[in-house]
């Protein structure tokens, strides 16, 4: 599949009745401030019957500020999506696949990334040599979370079905951690 740049009017998109992705307040803030700032620097792919797949957001801002006339680039595909197609790029396209090194991140002035769309949770331990990962103690709770192939799963619960209770509390037998 092939992509091309086209121009579209706001009122000619159309959104997808099943998008999951929503805004909060702060997000619709934040995602406001940078198309003042900056415009549309990632545009919106739509289908070519002007359904829009990525940039539900962006569009809606947009034509908050500029109304319905304004127009803007968006990615077409070189054919009619299918519906598979469509509902995975979808989620694919709102699907925050990457990761921020935090080393890296503490560069950043840390009032900067707030304002930028940071929570200050996501900032806790932020300090000017790094991030600090939190120092753990007898009554701290960590959530931990493991990925198995399909294959593995099956391994896994296999083993843990001969272990009595949940699987948290077979993990801990396993791991003699009762």
């Known amino acids: 599949m092939k992509w091309h740049n086209e121009k579209r009017k706001l009122s000619e ?35 070519t019957d002007n359904t829009i797949v990525a940039g539900h957001q962006r569009t809606r801002i947009l034509a908050e500020l500029h109304g319905l006339d304004y127009e803007i680039d968006v990615r077409v595909p ?14 694919r396209s709102n699907l925050n696949t990457g990761e921020f090194d935090m080393d890296v991140l503490s560069s950043f002035d840390e009032m900067k990334l707030l304002e930028w769309g940071f929570s200050e949770e996501e900032l806790q331990f932020f300090t000017a040599d790094g991030f600090d990962e939190p120092e753990p103690n007898e009554d701290s709770m960590m959530k931990v979370t493991l990925e198995y192939s399909v294959d593995d799963y099956s391994k896994v619960i296999g083993a843990f079905g001969h272990l009595p ?8 037998e396993l791991l003699g951690l009762k």
């Open 13 to 47: 998109l159309i959104p997808y009745e099943m998008n999951p992705r929503q805004l909060t307040v702060k997000q619709h803030e934040h995602l406001t401030a940078s198309l003042k700032k900056f415009d549309l620097a990632e545009i919106p792919a739509i289908n």
């Open 78 to 91: 070189d054919k009619k999506l299918t519906k598979a197609d469509f509902e995975e790029y979808l989620i």
């Open 165 to 172: 209770g949940t699987k948290e509390q077979a993990l801990f």
